[in-house]
């Protein structure tokens, strides 16, 4: 089967997923039921009726059942998405702790776990507990070591220029005109998510073009978020009533024109040319012999041989990345960030003398 790509596919998700090509999906994001387990009525004080979660897909016989759907669907998730593929699962108190040691019997990687803070979250009526206030999203890569997509300056773009945390503020729930109305002018969706919570996970974890699928699509944010992005998107959803509702509110928004210097937001050094240290010790830019100091620091330091291979001060060998590891016990390390150069009396980073070749070669302005 091809990917329905830019569709909503009616059906129970893991009989969707599981006829999909694997190694298919660049993200996976899933709002699975919580399993709430409501057994009486909502009331606040004046005896109004709160409007809980108490549709029937979210109802399961037992904690067994439920664990075993999410086997199920998790599995079904793991084979479709790439290796370079991550997955987020949304979930309340009620089933994220079942979620996430499932998730890693299966082989998933956990890379964060973030807290959505409400700013507006629903008062705990009866006082007997805290105010539910926060849920919590699982984020993993399909495997550990696996390589992944995460645009870090991207999100320091949305976080006045610092590096973004795993607690997120200021994302209130899915009010106003955003919230879906049905004919009545109830909520059309009990659990609708806003749609700046999924601008972050898809901004931050996937590119122009790649596939993003939602396995319990519901009321479509995930399509409606991915087409303003310019993604692919592929949304399962089993209640038509739901389909028709994401159709229409999908079909409504007009995306800006595409443009690739816009809404791709890697890093720029990421987008440029892929040049080896060894081109530079090859080419002559830095020679055999040659000293190289590890953040300026004269004790430590490393002579370049003629394989373009590091030999630090206390005889580890390793490339420019490895023998920086090697000084900072074992962490990983960007060698190009941290390794400079003697010349005239100052320190350079080997990293100018990267963008010298690049601008020797006439590689500036190549995208990869």
Same mark, same amino acid.
């Given at each position: 089967?091809?990917?329905?790509?830019? &569709?909503?596919?009616?059906?129970?998700?893991?009989?969707?997923?599981?006829?999909?090509?694997? $190694?298919?999906?660049?993200?996976?994001?899933?709002?699975? @039921?919580?399993?709430?387990?409501?057994?009486?009525? *909502?009331?606040?004080?004046?005896? =109004?009726?709160? +409007?809980?979660?108490?549709?029937?897909?979210? !109802?399961?016989?037992?904690?067994?059942?439920?664990?075993?759907?999410?086997?199920?669907?998790?599995?079904?998730? #793991?084979?479709?998405?790439?290796?370079? /593929?991550?997955?987020?699962?949304?979930?309340?108190?009620?089933?994220?702790? #079942?979620?996430?040691?499932?998730?890693?019997?299966?082989?998933?990687?956990?890379?964060?776990?973030?807290?959505?803070? $409400?700013?507006? @979250?629903?008062?705990?009526?009866?006082?007997?507990?805290? %105010?539910?206030?926060? +849920?919590?999203?699982?984020?993993?890569?399909?495997?550990?070591?696996?390589?992944?997509?995460?645009?870090?300056?991207?999100?320091?773009?949305?976080?006045?220029?610092? &590096?973004?945390?795993?607690?997120?503020?200021?994302?209130?729930?899915? %009010?106003?005109?955003?919230?879906?109305?049905? +004919?009545?002018?109830?909520?059309?969706?009990?659990?609708?998510?806003?749609?700046?919570?999924?601008?972050?996970?898809?901004?931050?974890?996937?590119?122009?073009?790649?596939?993003? *699928?939602?396995?319990?699509?519901?009321?479509?944010?995930?399509?409606?978020?991915?087409?303003?992005?310019?993604? !692919?998107?592929?949304?399962?959803?089993?209640?038509?009533?739901?389909? $028709?509702?994401? &159709?229409? #509110?999908?079909?409504?928004?007009? @995306?800006?024109?595409?443009?690739?210097?816009?809404?791709?937001?890697?890093?720029?050094?990421?987008?440029?040319?892929?040049?080896?240290?060894?081109?530079?010790?090859?080419?002559?830019?830095?020679?055999?012999?040659? $000293?190289?100091?590890?953040?300026?620091?004269?004790?430590? =330091?490393?002579?370049?041989?003629?394989?373009?291979?590091?030999?630090?001060?206390? /005889?580890? +060998?390793?490339?420019?990345?490895?023998?920086?590891?090697?000084?900072?016990? /074992?962490?990983?390390?960007?060698?190009?960030?941290?390794?400079?150069?003697?010349?005239?009396?100052?320190?350079?980073?080997?990293?100018?003398?990267?963008?010298?070749?690049?601008?020797?070669?006439?590689?500036?302005?190549?995208?990869?």
């Amino acid at each position: 089967m091809s990917l329905p790509l830019n &569709q909503i596919v009616k059906g129970d998700c893991i009989e969707v997923l599981n006829s999909l090509p694997a $190694k298919s999906i660049d993200l996976i994001f899933a709002d699975p @039921p919580y399993n709430l387990q409501l057994k009486n009525e *909502l009331h606040r004080p004046n005896m =109004t009726k709160v +409007e809980a979660v108490d549709d029937h897909w979210d !109802q399961f016989d037992s904690f067994s059942a439920y664990d075993q759907f999410s086997i199920e669907w998790l599995s079904a998730c #793991r084979r479709v998405l790439k290796s370079t /593929g991550t997955i987020w699962v949304i979930g309340s108190y009620h089933n994220i702790f #079942r979620v996430g040691k499932i998730m890693q019997d299966l082989g998933f990687w956990t890379l964060n776990d973030v807290i959505w803070v $409400k700013t507006n @979250p629903m008062p705990n009526f009866r006082g007997v507990r805290f %105010t539910n206030a926060h +849920e919590t999203l699982i984020w993993a890569s399909k495997k550990q070591g696996a390589k992944y997509t995460f645009h870090h300056h991207a999100m320091k773009g949305l976080n006045a220029e610092k &590096q973004m945390r795993s607690d997120w503020w200021l994302l209130s729930l899915a %009010t106003g005109s955003e919230r879906l109305k049905d +004919e009545n002018g109830a909520k059309a969706h009990s659990t609708q998510k806003p749609e700046s919570l999924l601008y972050r996970v898809i901004l931050s974890s996937s590119n122009p073009g790649d596939v993003v *699928l939602d396995p319990f699509f519901g009321s479509g944010t995930t399509g409606a978020v991915a087409k303003r992005l310019h993604r !692919q998107w592929i949304g399962i959803e089993r209640e038509e009533k739901y389909i $028709k509702l994401a &159709q229409k #509110r999908i079909d409504g928004i007009q @995306p800006e024109l595409f443009d690739q210097a816009v809404f791709d937001v890697r890093s720029k050094n990421k987008l440029l040319p892929k040049v080896p240290f060894s081109k530079l010790v090859e080419n002559g830019y830095l020679q055999p012999g040659q $000293k190289l100091y590890f953040r300026k620091d004269l004790d430590r =330091t490393a002579i370049i041989k003629p394989d373009a291979v590091l030999q630090t001060s206390d /005889g580890f +060998e390793g490339s420019i990345h490895r023998a920086g590891s090697q000084y900072m016990n /074992g962490s990983p390390c960007n060698g190009w960030d941290h390794w400079y150069f003697e010349e005239d009396g100052e320190m350079k980073n080997i990293d100018s003398v990267r963008k010298k070749y690049r601008s020797d070669k006439g590689l500036i302005g190549v995208i990869n």
